[in-house]
């Protein structure tokens, strides 16, 4: 069965430094997510990616952050300068349509 | 941000009993609600979803109500395995947005 795809599983990184989440969505689908989930609270919508731009984006997701799909498989969330409360699980997922949204693994972000 | 609302934070229930897992949210706008279930160290699962413009969903031993006067839908799981022992978080998304709204979670046990 397809699945979202999520690297690396964990990433440690120092406060201010540049970090980059990678995703590959399910093959077919053509709408790319990000969420994230910090300890102890709520899953959070912070951006949708269609047709190669940005279709909605929360306001957690300030200029420190961008996504982008560098080729025909690969969708990645970078943060610039990294803050002790980005330290979270991120989650990527992808939907085909205006259905449900499947979910990777995530990548726990620890920020030092 | 208490738009989706899972009172609950914890059932138990014995195997082959029924378990009934609620959500209230406060949006007016939300018209699409799912359920996912999550084990540890991995990403939200899709279970089930409902359209507003129905009250009810069955998919095998899951089946969503929605009271949409009362703002509240539930997920019931008959009959309850141990397998099905996870956290389960409802969703919903407004109309014309593909951004999900969790609730906090609800952790079932199932007991064999």
Redesign the interface.
């Known amino acids: 069965e397809p699945e979202?795809t999520?690297t690396p599983s964990h990433q440690v990184t120092q406060m201010g430094q540049e970090v980059i989440l990678r995703c590959v969505p399910i093959s077919n689908h053509l709408?790319f997510?990000w969420?994230r989930q910090i300890l102890g609270q709520?899953?959070?919508?912070l951006v949708?990616f269609y047709n190669n731009e940005i279709?909605?984006k929360?306001e957690i997701f300030d200029d420190q952050f961008s996504v982008e799909r560098p080729d025909g498989s690969n969708f990645t969330l970078k943060i610039r300068s990294t803050k002790l409360e980005d330290s979270a699980m991120y989650?990527c997922?992808s939907?085909e349509w205006?259905e449900?949204?499947?979910?990777?693994?995530?990548t726990r972000l620890t920020v030092l | 941000?208490q738009q989706v609302k899972q009172n609950s934070p914890s059932l138990s229930v014995q195997e082959g009993r029924i378990s009934i897992l609620n959500c209230d949210y406060t949006n007016s706008m939300f018209d699409y609600f799912?359920w996912?279930k999550k084990y540890p160290?991995?990403?939200?699962?899709?279970l089930i979803?409902i359209s507003s413009i129905k009250d009810k969903n069955e998919d095998g031993r899951f089946t969503v109500f929605l009271n949409k006067s009362a703002k509240h839908l539930s997920l019931h799981i008959v009959p309850s395995q141990p397998g099905d022992s996870a956290v389960y978080?409802c969703?919903a998304s407004a109309t014309g947005?593909?951004?999900?709204?969790?609730?906090?979670?609800t952790r079932l046990q199932v007991q064999p």
Request: no cysteine; net charge negative; aromatic share 24%.
């Open positions: 979202v999520q709408y997510y969420y709520k899953v959070e919508f949708s279709s909605e929360s989650f997922a939907s205006d449900e949204q499947f979910f990777g693994p995530g | 941000d799912l996912y160290a991995e990403g939200p699962t899709f979803s978080f969703a947005r593909r951004a999900l709204t969790f609730g906090s979670g």
